[in-house]
């Protein structure tokens, strides 16, 4: 397959994409269709789109001093396979993962806490190694 230059009467093909052609021809492999040749007049449109796992929402922390019990409203995103639970001593964290939480319809989760002291909590939707961001703070 060859372009053709603008003005130009004879076909051309980039250096590249004929080292490319001739790399996988000499590998003994298919050349693939779609190894388009372009030449410096031509470019190329893309668009690309960010997509973001939503969070749980309404996070409520509750119970006496060793035990917390948090709710919260499930994620509307039906990717989530669960949510991952923070908690920190320091309000807006750092905070260190204490728990994963499954299935993504899941909306309880109790913590039993060792020690005296508040305890701040956010949540994290996840699909695989992808996680939203965190959820509302709340403490108890």
């Known amino acids: 397959m060859t372009a053709r230059r603008r003005g130009s009467a004879a076909p051309v093909a980039p250096a590249a994409a004929v080292l490319a052609t001739a790399l996988l ?3 003994g492999r298919p050349v ?3 190894l388009a040749l372009l030449t410096e007049t031509e470019t190329i449109a893309a668009t690309f789109s960010t997509e973001v796992l939503d969070p749980p929402t309404n996070l409520d922390v509750t119970g006496p001093l060793l035990v917390k019990t ?3 409203t499930a994620t509307v995103d039906s990717r989530a396979t669960g949510y991952i639970v ?3 001593t320091v309000s807006g964290g750092p905070y260190s993962q204490i728990a994963t939480v499954t299935p993504w319809t899941a909306t309880t989760y109790v913590d039993v ?3 005296l002291g508040t305890r701040y909590y956010v949540l994290q939707s996840y699909y695989g190694s992808w996680t939203s961001v965190n959820s509302n703070q709340d403490s108890a």
Do not use: M
């Open 113 to 115: 806490v060792i020690g």
């Open 32 to 34: 693939p269709a779609a």
């Open 70 to 72: 948090l709710t919260w």
């Open 86 to 88: 923070l908690r920190s």
């Open 25 to 27: 021809a000499g590998l």
